[in-house]
């Protein structure tokens, strides 16, 4: 079976991809997966806005407890070495690139113009094979039209773009109001592939520490949908790689991920939940599959239930929420009955 | 502060980093133990050998931090007789702890520097400021001494000093004044490795080498000598001192042979034929020799004498340097000596010139001697001529003091305040900040620029007053043509900068001011809504001295900038623009380029939110247009009184002069002769810092009292109290019904002392109760001071005045309960959001009417007992806590000497009361005289409260019968029949190193002592370094990669002993423990030691969660709570439960361990996972010992409890 696929003009041994996540950010446990059979890594998102709080809090420490009285002019010693920047963060990236085969590639969170291309060239000189640029944007502030943040974001990527000579991949959240006319437009500001998608964390509330805190949810194949609809929905109509991120734990996912056509799968919530060796068991089922359906290579099947390569391409679109209530057999079970109502009532609606 | 790599030789440094460059350069073993103000030579010797900095031979020298100075001066004596080159330094009462070993050092003629930024001995009261009353207690030891007056003579001498100790192997005590020269940045020439290397001689270190201990040469140092011999052996040493002086002036001539500054044992300066003459020692020469030579300008002829070898005293020199015309000398001495015929110097001076004129037959000169700068007080050039107008009086007074005014003895020569000294023109300017706002940090960087890169010479020196929080900052910055030598504050001054508005009201900004200066305000009014702003005696100085004002809103645009609050980058372009310095492009260019440089370590976005501020600022600075206000004149206001009128006399005439900055106006007559002082003052001094209170809404309170029991400044109260208390409350005065079912029908209320609040916010985290409708308002809330302070002060004015509900009525062991008891600590000047002092309040109000508390020297010292005021205050009664700090190392042994004359006179007491119980009642002497019911301990409230009640009928009996002497002197101590509470308080640095000794001994004594060790893990007062108690991977000063070592566990070592209560208490994690944890201390009649976890500004975090960092302390397992009760079948309690957060987490939080894991991540995680590991066999350790049954055999009872009603006393045997 020939799995080899070609991702950012990277040439890797299978399609499946381990996504930024705290595995990636090991050495030990890079090198698990590599080991596990993992094609490419993609690391721990280089947080700009972190960075730029970190220094900031430094400062503020040697600042705040400088001359405060005239026993005690400074409170901590004045070291040298004391780093802040993205030292740390680059040295994982070497290091990973010094103790793996497989193509390294690099994932960068900026907030200011500047800083996405300064940091894209240090990732780059650090050794990443290639760059992902994970785009965050919260559109909470009312004043600001969506097309702003569209051309921010687009400015943002031609900069990096201009900055550094490796292959750049966009990693984009779903939220736009036509997504498809903007991946056009990532990919003319000079993405050479698109990762689907970027699953923000969402915040939770504590009752007990009356509070918003931060919530990890690995994800489920379930979530898989949204970024396989979008996979298939834009295959062949832009000039760019695809990657699907989100939802992906089986070799039948990875299957799926490629029909809808995608160049790469990439996994974190599998790998976090069943650990590194995962990546073995979902190579060999995905191998299995594709047997059983009599198939070669990747290359083979890569795009071919897309939407320009179904009979039915609508299915891929709102007609899809039609199949889905006409193939439900009812009142199979009580709970089902239940479910049914409420979705059938919410389609009146 | 790490000097540049390259050699560069003109530099702007402080007196103490002029003399580190040169001892780290020349040694090998580096033994230190901090004390201001010499600490920052350590510490930058500790900086320097952490990042690898070679000495002259190319390897980096061994810094250690001791536990004491007398630590490091054992270090120094065995480095120096293994035959390394070794230095400490030092000051005031580490000094004083050297003197053993520097005996010994000197007796083995062994080459050796101490540097020492001279300072002010503890006597009536500690100073941290400097004279030479420190080194004049180490003249006997046979150390030489030299001299240095001013930061470049520092660095010189410094050079000397070690060159000339190698030549004649006698050790020298090299020293400079504490601040005036250790701490003023100048701009100086520095020596090379190639200077340093021409002065010493390599065959001498080989000689010293060679002299060293080893077993290929066996030799025996430190013998035992008897009458025979030893005084012979004494004076075998003789040709070596002999030879010191030609050994310095050797020294001094090659250095001014290498650099053309040159020195002289002693050095004359002044008219050639003067008749009168001023000799001088250390910093105070920059003032004489201005004052000298104006003088001489004048035409006078006068002359001034600066000794720099002090030791051996060079008395050939001395007389051969006077012009032969002198008639009349005055010798100024910076120390006291009391009983002395004179002060060290004038005794030395008067015998050289008696053996003199002894020898040559010629006539002696009229030598007088006097005082000045105790403690650094000022000494101008006005003083020193004043000195010169006083010697040429008919009959010239001896034994003066000038620069005070003593109206007791009548010593102080009069001071003609309007005499001028002749100095070249140049810019001085004066800066007003606070103490965190990066004030002085700008100034000395304005200092830097100036003095190494525009040619001219540059000089700054820095003023704080005495608070922590909210501390007013002065900074005096001259700028020459002309090298500086003008050792006192700028009278005078060309520019005035104010850092904050809000110090215009409480300060006199432009005293100093020139005619026609400059002022620039940071002001939140514009340029033309300012004027009106400003208080009217500001007004009236700017409109009569002619002064141009211009304005800028450092603070918006810090803001704008992303700068938060810190300003300096702002301000310090403005002070280059306006003074005409620099032209604005330059120094916008200068700094910026000072800024890349400097903070290029703190990231880019650092740099360029600085750079951004320089820019902006320029563009933001307006002229104030007072025309208008001029043509319309402005009268001065009346100054208000600093403290109201109903405030004690004491306050009224002492404290508020000192308040309002007129101290140095106080005369001899206003102070208390054996410096006992007043409690209860810093109610008195109102500083109104905080930009926003916390403000009660009394519909949301679930009456906790949480915010009352954290608040570091006794700045929130709780009360409970009858709805009757309310008649003549102000309008709106905030109550609600209490909810408890054991005060029925009672009210509470919490009010904030307005003027008091530091601001920090603590109350605000700790309050758990939340707006149901809107999470973020909780029943406190931080809000503009502008719109709460008057009618707030009213609401605190009444809440003063209301009767809670009884203590006796209620437990003290809730937090309630405490928190319903009148704190008697309140409103210290300890830093916002301080760890410590929620502790101390607690304890007063729990035991506060009985307490006796010992203090070590250190941050509690110093907020609890630095003038102007003291937070220890009195009840409505009148008592509170009697509070004495005697040094930093013997505080458990001074703590103990009260409990046992707290004991000894209870026991006179009922030996009396014996004595007398027929006339005064055989039933009031058996009740008073009854020992305490098992379990209720004397010294509990209602015990407490019983016993005096029965004292004052004890008394009123007394009273009646005729007075012999037995009821006279029961009458004088039948108050001792009260329990007092002894509790000996201080920091990690005192319990865990330099008195851990003595605290070791008091806790094996069995006596009745409490300590409370306020545990910050870190030497907090003077600036972060490690101490034992300092956890491992931390990063302090002294442990800059992290300490290694983990923490001491001072409660272990101690419950070792089985008889001593023990507590690990943090206050942010468990109220109620810490509370309980106190009163059980108390209650157990023996030895307690109490070990509280005190968050503090060197853990590096935002001080408003300190109760959150305690919680994680805990959470984390870096802090159990527990309690070992040697009474209990079972002693050891634990009262926290088993770690459940990593520990590496709680780091993460704090910058004192997160710094490691920037500057390196692989030792931080190395030493978290063996942290890590030290906190889980700990754990497991209480866990087993929370198992162990270590009731028998049983204890026998400890001294303290061995007094007895008939007044028998058991006898004890302290000996072994």
Same mark, same amino acid.
């Given at each position: ?12 041994r299978t ?14 446990h ?7 059979g993992?094609?490419?890594?993609v690391?721990?998102?280089l ?9 900031l809090q ?8 400088g ?12 070291s ?5 920047g ?10 990973a690139?010094?103790a ?5 590639? $690099?994932?960068?969170n %900026? /907030?200011?113009?500047g800083?996405? =291309?300064?940091? !894209?060239?240090?990732?780059? #000189?650090?050794g990443?094979d ?18 702003d943040?569209?051309?921010r ?6 900069e ?10 966009v ?10 006319h903007?991946?056009?437009?990532v ?18 509330l ?14 489920t194949p ?5 970024p396989?609809?979008?996979v298939?929905?834009?295959?062949s109509?832009?000039?760019a790689?695809? $990657?699907?991120?989100? %939802? /992906?734990?089986s070799?039948?996912? =990875?299957?799926k !991920?490629?029909?809808?056509g #995608?160049?790469v799968?990439?996994m974190a ?30 290359t ?5 239930y897309?939407r ?6 609508v ?12 193939s439900w ?18 389609a009146?609606? | ?11 702007c ?7 580190a460059?040169?001892?780290h ?6 033994a230190?133990?901090?004390?201001t103000?010499a ?42 007789l ?14 004083l702890?050297?003197?053993?070993n ?29 004279d ?25 001498l410094?050079?000397v ?17 504490g ?14 490795d190639?200077?340093?290397g ?6 001498l ?6 002299r060293g ?9 430190g ?8 005084f012979q ?9 002999d ?11 090659q250095l ?11 050095d004359?300066?002044?008219a050639?034929?003067?008749?009168r003459v001023?000799?001088?020692?250390g910093?105070?020469?920059g ?10 300008g ?11 070898l ?7 020199a001395?007389?051969a ?14 120390t ?7 002060e ?7 015998s050289?010139?008696?053996?003199r ?15 000045y700068?105790l403690?650094s ?13 006083a010697l ?7 034994a003066?003091?000038?620069?005070i ?10 001071v ?8 070249p023109?140049r ?15 700008a ?21 704080y007053?005495?608070k922590?929080a ?8 001259r700028?020459?043509?002309e ?9 005078g ?5 104010c ?12 005293r ?13 009014w ?16 700017i409109?009569t ?24 980058t ?7 623009a306006l ?8 120094a916008?260019?200068?700094?910026k ?17 600085n ?14 247009d ?6 319309a004149?402005?009268a001065?206001?009346?100054r208000s009184?600093v403290v ?7 306050v ?12 140095d ?10 410096g ?8 008195w ?9 916390p ?8 009456d ?30 905030p ?5 408890s079912?054991?005060l029925?029908?009672t009210?509470?209320s919490?009010q904030?002392?307005?003027?008091d ?6 109350c605000?985290?700790?309050c ?6 809107q ?18 002060r009213e609401r ?9 509900v009884?203590?006796?009525d209620v437990a003290p ?5 405490s928190?319903?008891r009148t704190?008697?600590?309140?409103f210290?000047g ?5 760890g410590e ?18 203090n ?15 937070p ?6 009148g008592r509170g806590?009697?509070w004495?700090n ?7 042994e ?12 209870n026991?006179?007491?009922q030996q ?7 006339a ?6 058996t ?12 010294s ?27 009821v006279?002197?029961l009458l ?10 002894v ?5 990690d ?14 806790l094996a ?12 893990e ?37 419950m ?10 943090a ?22 030691l109490?070990v509280?976890?005190s ?49 590496a ?7 004192r ?5 920037r500057?390196?991540?692989?030792e931080f ?6 942290a ?12 087993a ?12 009872p400890?001294?303290?409890?061995l ?12 000996e072994?």
């Open positions: 079976m020939d799995l080899t696929t070609r991702y950012l003009g990277l040439d890797l399609p499946l991809v381990a996504s930024s996540c705290p595995l990636t950010g090991r050495l030990r890079l090198q698990r997966l590599e080991d596990a993992i094609s490419a890594v690391l721990p998102s947080f700009e806005e972190q960075l730029v709080h970190d220094s430094v400062h503020g420490v040697w600042e705040e407890t001359g405060v009285g005239a026993e005690a002019t400074s409170y901590f010693p004045d040298q070495d004391v780093q802040i993205a030292r740390d963060h680059l040295a994982l990236v070497s290091a690139k010094d793996l085969s497989i193509p390294v590639i $690099a994932s960068l %900026g /907030v200011t113009p800083g996405w =291309a300064s940091h !894209a060239r240090a990732l780059a #000189a650090a990443a290639a760059i992902e640029l994970n785009m965050y944007a919260m559109a909470s502030d009312p004043t600001v039209p969506g097309g943040l569209e051309t974001q687009l400015d943002l990527i031609g990096v773009r201009d900055a550094v000579a490796v292959p750049l991949a990693k984009l959240g779903p939220f736009y109001s036509s997504l498809a903007f991946a056009v437009q990919v003319e500001a000079g993405a050479d592939g698109l990762v689907l998608f970027n699953r923000f964390y969402q915040p939770d504590d009752l007990d520490a009356k509070a918003v805190v931060p919530r990890l949810v690995l994800s379930e979530e898989m949908r949204l396989l609809r979008w298939g929905l834009l295959f109509q832009i000039d790689n695809l $990657a699907l991120t989100t %939802g /992906v734990h070799g039948m996912d =990875a299957a !991920a490629l029909l809808a #995608a160049d799968t990439m919530s599998a790998l976090l939940l069943n650990g590194p060796e995962h990546v073995r068991q979902v190579e060999q089922e995905l191998v299995e599959l594709l047997t059983q359906h009599g198939y070669d290579s990747v083979q099947l890569r795009g071919s897309s320009v390569s179904m009979p039915d391409p299915g891929w679109e709102r007609a899809n929420y039609l199949h889905v209530l006409a057999a009812p009142f199979q079970a009580v709970g089902a009955a239940q479910a049914y109502r409420s979705v059938s009532d919410h009146v609606q | 502060m790490s000097p540049p790599s390259t050699p560069q030789t003109r530099v440094l402080d007196g103490n980093e002029a003399v460059r040169i001892a350069r020349l040694s090998e073993v580096i230190i133990y901090p004390i103000p600490s920052s030579m350590g510490e930058l010797a500790d900086t320097w050998s952490a990042a690898g900095r070679p000495n002259l031979w190319g390897q980096v020298p061994e810094v250690i931090e001791m536990q004491s100075e007398a630590g490091a001066a054992g270090v120094l004596h065995g480095a120096l293994k035959g390394a080159l070794a230095t400490s330094f030092t000051a005031s009462q580490g000094l702890l050297m003197l053993p520097m005996f010994k050092i000197a007796g083995e003629l062994t080459p050796a520097v101490l540097h020492v930024a001279a300072r002010t001995v503890a006597t009536h009261a500690l100073s941290i400021f400097g030479h009353s420190d080194v004049m207690a180490a003249r006997t030891t046979g150390w030489a001494m030299l001299a240095s007056s001013s930061v470049q003579e520092a660095h010189d410094a050079l000093a070690h060159a000339a100790t190698l030549a004649s192997r006698v050790p020298f005590l090299h020293f400079f004044d601040f005036r020269t250790s701490h003023e940045v100048a701009t100086i020439e520095a020596l090379t190639e200077d340093l021409a002065l010493i001689d390599d065959d270190i080989r000689a010293h080498r060679h201990l080893t077993p290929d040469r066996p030799t025996l140092r013998s035992a000598q008897n009458p025979d011999v030893f052996a004494r004076e075998a040493c003789n040709p070596y001192y030879a010191v002086p030609d050994a310095v002036r050797a020294a001094m001539e001014g042979e290498r650099t053309g500054r040159r020195y002289g044992l002693v004359y300066a002044g050639r034929d003067a008749e001023l000799v001088v020692m910093s105070g020469a003032a004489a020799a201005e004052a000298v030579e104006t003088l001489t004048r035409g006078e002829r006068v002359g001034l004498l600066t000794v720099r002090y030791r051996p005293f060079p008395s050939e001395f007389a340097a006077l012009p032969s015309t002198v008639r009349r000398v005055a010798v100024l001495d910076r006291k000596e009391p009983g002395a015929p004179g060290p110097l004038y005794l030395d001076v008067v050289a010139l008696a053996e004129a002894a020898v040559t037959g010629t006539a002696m000169p009229r030598v007088v001697g006097g005082r700068g403690s007080k000022e000494f101008t050039p006005a003083m020193a001529a004043a000195v010169l107008t040429a009086a008919p009959e010239p007074r001896t003066f003091t000038v620069g005014t003593d109206d007791v003895t009548h010593r102080s020569l009069r003609d305040d309007s005499f001028r000294p002749a100095v023109d810019l001085q300017a004066i800066f007003w900040g606070l103490g965190s706002d990066g004030t002085v940090s100034n000395k960087t304005a200092v830097k620029i100036l003095g190494e890169g525009t040619g001219r010479h540059a000089q700054g020196y820095f003023v007053d005495s922590k909210g501390s007013v900052t002065e900074s005096h910055l700028i020459s043509a090298p500086i030598r003008s050792t006192y504050l700028i009278d001054a060309d520019f005035i900068a850092h904050q508005f809000g110090l215009l009201d409480r300060i006199d900004v432009l100093r001011a020139r005619h026609g200066a400059t002022v620039l305000l940071n002001s939140p514009s340029a033309e809504e300012v004027w009106d702003r400003l208080p009217a005696q500001l007004q009236h100085d409109i001295k002619d002064l141009r004002l211009w304005v800028i809103d450092a603070h918006a645009v810090a803001r704008d900038v992303g700068l938060g609050r810190r300003i300096n702002v301000m310090q372009p403005c002070f280059f003074s005409g310095v620099m032209p604005a492009d330059d916008v260019a200068a700094l380029s000072w800024v890349s440089a400097t903070f290029a370590k703190r990231g880019e976005e650092v740099v360029r939110r750079h951004a501020a320089l820019d902006a600022a320029i563009a933001q600075l307006r002229r104030v007072v025309a208008a206000a001029r043509a004149g402005v001065a206001a009346p009184a109201p009128s109903q405030a004690p006399d004491f009224q005439r002492v404290t508020a002069r000192i308040l309002a900055g007129e101290g106006l106080l005369p001899v007559s206003a102070m208390p002769v054996d006992g002082f007043p409690t209860a003052t810093a109610r001094e109102k500083r109104t810092l905080a930009p926003e209170i403000i009660w809404d009394s519909s949301i309170c679930i906790c009292a949480k915010c009352a029991i954290v608040c570091p400044h006794a700045a929130i109260r709780f009360s409970v109290f009858d709805p009757g208390q309310l008649a003549g409350a102000p309008e709106d005065f109550s609600k019904p209490h909810k079912r054991d029925p029908g009210r509470v919490v904030v002392a307005p003027e609040c530091t601001g920090c916010g603590l605000v985290e700790a758990p109760a939340h707006d149901k409708t999470v973020k308002r909780k029943s406190l809330n931080m809000e503009p001071i502008g719109e709460h302070l008057q009618r707030e605190f004015d009444f809440f003063q005045t209301i009767t809670g009884d203590r006796r062991d809730s937090i309630i309960g928190q319903l704190p008697l600590f309140e210290s300890a830093c916002a959001g301080c002092t929620p502790y101390l309040k607690l304890l007063s109000q729990l035991l506060g009417d009985r307490l006796l508390v010992a070590a020297t250190g941050c509690s010292s110093i907020y609890g007992g630095n003038l102007p005021t003291t220890w205050a009195v009840d409505a009664a806590p009697a004495a005697s040094l930093f190392e013997d505080n458990a001074f703590g103990l000497g009260i409990r046992l004359a707290a004991d000894q006179l026991a006179r007491a009396l009361l014996q004595r007398l119980a027929p005064v009642g055989v039933r009031l002497a009740e008073i005289l009854a020992p305490p019911v098992p379990g209720t301990p004397a509990g409230d209602r015990a407490v409260a019983d016993q005096r009640e029965r004292v004052a009928r004890l008394k009123a009996a007394l009273a009646a019968l005729p007075p012999d002497g037995d006279r002197e004088e101590i039948a108050d001792e029949l009260v329990r007092r509470s509790w000996i308080i201080g920091g640095g005192w319990a865990y190193d330099i008195g851990s000794g003595g605290l070791d001994h008091v004594s069995g006596h009745d002592v409490n300590v409370l060790v306020l545990d910050t870190v030497y907090s007062n003077t600036g972060g370094q490690a101490s034992k108690a300092t956890p491992r991977g931390a990063v302090a000063k002294f442990a800059a990669h992290g300490k290694a070592t983990s923490k001491k566990d001072i409660g272990l070592i101690t070792s002993y089985g008889n001593v209560y023990v507590a690990h208490i206050i942010g994690s468990n109220e109620r423990q810490t509370i309980k944890a106190m009163l059980e201390a108390e209650a157990y009649p023996g030895p307690s109490v509280a976890y968050t503090c500004i060197a853990h590096g975090f935002d001080m408003t969660q300190s109760m959150g960092h305690m919680q994680d302390a805990v959470k984390s397992g870096h802090w159990p709570l527990y309690r070992y009760h040697p009474d209990e079948a079972i002693p050891f309690q634990l009262d926290s439960k088993a770690p459940s957060m990593p520990l987490d709680f780091a993460a939080s704090e910058a361990f997160a710094m490691l894991r500057s390196d991540p692989v995680a190395r030493l978290m996972a063996v890590e590991e030290d906190g889980r066999a700990r754990w497991h350790y209480y866990e010992l929370a198992t162990v049954d270590r009731s028998a055999p049983q204890l026998p400890p001294p303290g409890l007094t007895h009603p008939d007044g028998a006393r058991a006898a004890t045997s302290e072994s």
